[in-house]
């Protein structure tokens, strides 16, 4: 097997019987999709890795698309998949609704791949209280005046009421970073891009939580 680089795969003895879930939060405009985006091209992506695109309630911004950024619903759609437990963890944020699909993520970790969930804080902490096994990684940026600076530089149009949301928003979350296992601070997006895929990495290493899952764990991740 190769990987898209065309690189030989890693051997995959012993087999991880389960993938990793590693969920990614971090301050809106702190740049995540701007380090995800590379870490997901085929020449940096770390094999075995997936993606899970979540539903929001929130409008697309210009050029978001629909099952490719986020599933898009409106609200009555939403609370409808709530009530059928449709979504393995939701959140409010800035007045909209966010929600991982269960299925999905269930599915892939199964089957051995590793899931990275760009999700924010709240959520991040119900998966962890759901899956102790997660693995939490948390995007910082070099300050709070940098944060501010590139929230203004992404949507120049936003309503304002929107970006002080956020900001408010985004110092609590900084607040949380210490309940979370790894930081990364994204000050390069090079650098930010290594210490993530080094992460993903290592997790994938990892031995101890393979035995976990040989001692029939009853965690579903
Ligand atoms: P944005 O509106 O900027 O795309 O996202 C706002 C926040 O919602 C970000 O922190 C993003 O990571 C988070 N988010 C996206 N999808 C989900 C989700 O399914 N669940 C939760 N809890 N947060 C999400």
Request: charged share 30%; aromatic share 8%.
């Amino acid at each position: 097997m190769t990987t898209a680089a065309g690189e030989p795969d890693r051997p995959e003895f012993p087999a991880p019987a389960r993938g990793s879930l590693i969920v990614v939060s971090g301050p809106s405009g702190v740049g995540k999709d701007a380090v995800l985006a590379p870490l997901f091209s085929a020449e940096t992506c770390p094999p075995r890795l997936r993606r899970c695109i979540t539903a929001t309630t929130r409008a697309p911004r210009p050029g978001e698309i629909d099952g490719v950024d986020y599933f898009f619903l409106a609200r009555d759609e939403f609370e409808r998949r709530i009530g059928e437990h449709f979504f393995l963890e939701h959140a409010s944020y800035a007045g909209r609704f966010y929600g991982t699909p269960r299925w999905w993520v269930e599915a892939e970790v199964a089957g051995g791949n590793d899931v990275l969930l760009k999700i924010d804080v709240q959520g991040a902490l119900q998966v962890r209280s759901l899956a102790p096994a997660a693995v939490l990684v948390f995007i910082a940026p070099p300050s709070e005046e940098e944060l501010e600076r590139r929230l203004r530089g992404r949507d120049s149009g936003a309503d304002p009421g929107d970006l002080m949301r956020r900001l408010a928003i985004a110092r609590e979350e900084l607040a949380l970073a210490r309940r979370y296992d790894y930081l990364v601070v994204n000050d390069r997006i090079e650098r930010a891009v290594g210490d993530l895929r080094a992460i993903v990495i290592a997790e994938r290493c990892r031995i101890r939580k393979e035995q976990a899952a040989e001692q029939g764990s009853s965690q579903p991740f």
